[in-house]
């Protein structure tokens, strides 16, 4: 077989002229002037011309193919309508601790909250230079304090923080800051028991509750903790959905936020902390918050906000399924995070870090590791934290694929006004003791600032999607290169065979070459090597005419 191709290839076929009939055949752009010009300089022009055109040929296909591997992409926005469902609602008290279940703390915390006293402050102020006062607390996170073992974890912190202070060019702590980090290692040092047991329990906070003009009532909120706020309280019920907006058909709350149980120090105001998050997802109190007023009707007009985001294999973003089915909870990029931290600290240290209790009892991620609480689990948990700071290599927390958000639209007014204030007073002395009771006569203008009315409610019930969307699909670049062959030297699809055709001819070509070059193929030596037959004696003819054997007849 290849001896006949070859055959054919010598016997009429040179490269110039499998080049000529090229030249004379395809449907490239300028081969054929090149071919058909007599004159040297012509030669050289078109020969110059197509080779500049097949330079901006294959700069251009490169400039296409880097813009399509970089998978670029644009976000569209899109308006939807429909009934929606109500989104998770946390609330909190920002005062963590009431100040009747003060006999019941730790002697520690007793302590604490007896040296952060407004009023104790204030005469060690007189008595001393600020400058003085002021320079204690910031070392030591408090006014003349023992430190304990959790005290320990407060000076190890605040040492840490100054460096990083000094790193940013600030040099002295913040008092607040330290007051605040010391309050919550005593406090998490206390248990989970009693940490429930002293804060504000929902029973007393909750005057009144309905959704879309429908009561409900304690059993629909689930308590978590905080160890900033003490207990908070979420309500998450797949059956809210909201079929119109306003305010009479959202979630409608008034709360008592229980003044005279206020501890002095630790909270410098009154009022709640309120998280609006999809279902399923852990609320962040402190980090996604927003701060309700006391002696306010607070409105909240939400809209929703769907993202929908590309993912693999092209792009990068987390489905959340995987997450799901591990920690039984949604997906976000701030939960990834600090689990991703508490990992590194449990795994390193052999220990949990104790702020971060509530939410590890919710994922059940403890795995028998007791609380950071010696000096070196302390230091441990330090260095974790920093070097989980400044690197994220064992963290792979991308955007989730797909997101919900709620843009939040407050006001707010003045209430309840002074009559209604001792309506409420009223209603709340039928449910608790005399003694409490006594604690609300009070002037009308410092009673209204027990109660809130918080409503929050859809806007309207327009939705709206962003989605991410590819910016160069496939389509687009097989009709970008199209064009870009067209372009520089007139090539079609077509024309690409004919290319395809030539490139095999000169390999038949090639090959056939290199096979004479080598020598004879194997059939030639065959032919060769071959002996030519053996052919039988020639007789002379009878004269007789008789037969050879028959003479004697």
């Avoid at 330079?55 to 899109?78: D, E, G, N, R, V």
């Avoid at 028991?193 to 504000?200: C, D, E, N, S, W």
Wanted: charged fraction near 20%.
């Amino acid at each position: 077989m290849a001896g006949d191709v070859c055959d054919q290839v010598s016997s009429g076929k040179s490269l110039r002229s499998i080049l000529q009939r090229f030249a004379d055949r395809t449907s490239m752009q300028g081969v054929s002037f090149l071919r058909t010009s007599r004159s040297w300089y012509a030669r050289v022009i078109w020969s110059s011309l197509l080779l500049t055109s097949l330079a901006m040929l294959f700069y251009h296909l490169t400039y296409l193919i880097q813009i399509y591997y970089s998978w670029p992409k644009h976000t569209s926005m899109s308006i939807g309508f429909s009934p929606l469902p109500f989104p998770t609602i946390t609330i909190c008290n920002t005062n963590p601790v009431r100040l009747s279940q003060m006999k019941n703390v730790s002697r520690e915390l007793k302590m604490f909250f007896e040296k952060t006293n407004p009023n104790y402050l204030a005469q060690e102020l007189e008595r001393e230079n600020r400058k003085t006062i002021l320079e204690n607390t910031a070392s030591f996170g408090l006014i003349n304090i023992n430190f304990t073992t959790v005290d320990y974890f407060t000076q190890m912190s605040n040492i840490q923080t100054r460096e990083q202070g000094r790193e940013m060019g600030l040099n002295e702590s913040s008092t607040s800051a330290n007051i605040q980090i010391e309050f919550q290692n005593l406090f998490m040092k206390e248990t989970r028991q009693r940490r429930i047991a002293i804060g504000h329990q929902l029973d007393d906070m909750m005057m009144d509750c309905s959704f879309a003009c429908q009561t409900c009532s304690q059993r629909h909120f689930i308590r978590k903790t905080s160890s900033t706020f003490g207990n908070c309280y979420t309500l998450e019920h797949t059956k809210f959905v909201s079929k119109r907006s306003g305010p009479t058909h959202g979630l409608q709350l008034i709360l008592n936020l229980e003044n005279y149980e206020q501890l002095e120090g630790i909270t410098t105001g009154n009022g709640f902390q309120l998280v609006v998050n999809p279902h399923g997802m852990l609320p962040f109190p402190v980090h996604d918050g927003i701060t309700i007023d006391a002696g306010k009707e607070t409105n909240i007009a939400l809209k929703k906000v769907a993202i929908h985001r590309l993912g693999a294999p092209k792009w990068d973003c987390e489905d959340g399924e995987m997450f799901r089915r591990k920690y039984n909870i949604t997906y976000s990029v701030q939960t990834c995070q600090l689990l991703c931290e508490h990992e590194m600290i449990s795994n390193t240290c052999k220990c949990y870090h104790v702020s971060e209790e509530e939410m590890i009892i919710l994922m059940n991620t403890t795995k028998a590791y007791p609380a950071c609480r010696t000096k070196k689990q302390v230091r441990c948990v330090l260095d974790q934290m920093a070097l989980f700071e400044t690197t994220t290599q064992n963290c792979s927390c991308g955007n989730p694929c797909r997101e919900t958000k709620y843009e939040k639209r407050l006001s707010s007014r003045q209430w309840p006004s002074h009559s209604y204030a001792n309506v409420l007073k009223q209603k709340r002395c039928k449910v608790i003791s005399a003694a409490d009771c006594a604690k609300l006569n009070i002037p009308p203008t410092d009673l209204s600032l027990n109660f809130a009315k918080l409503n929050i409610f859809y806007e309207d019930l327009n939705y709206e999607v962003m989605k991410e969307e590819p910016d160069y699909e496939l389509t687009q670049f097989v009709s970008d290169v199209g064009g870009t062959l067209g372009l520089w030297v007139g090539l079609s699809v077509l024309s690409i065979f004919e290319l395809v055709q030539l490139l095999l001819e000169l390999s038949t070509f090639a090959t056939c070459s290199a096979c004479r070059a080598n020598g004879p193929d194997d059939d030639t030596q065959k032919l060769k090597e071959k002996k030519p037959p053996d052919f039988l004696p020639s007789y002379p003819s009878n004269p007789t005419g008789h037969i050879s054997g028959f003479s004697g007849y």
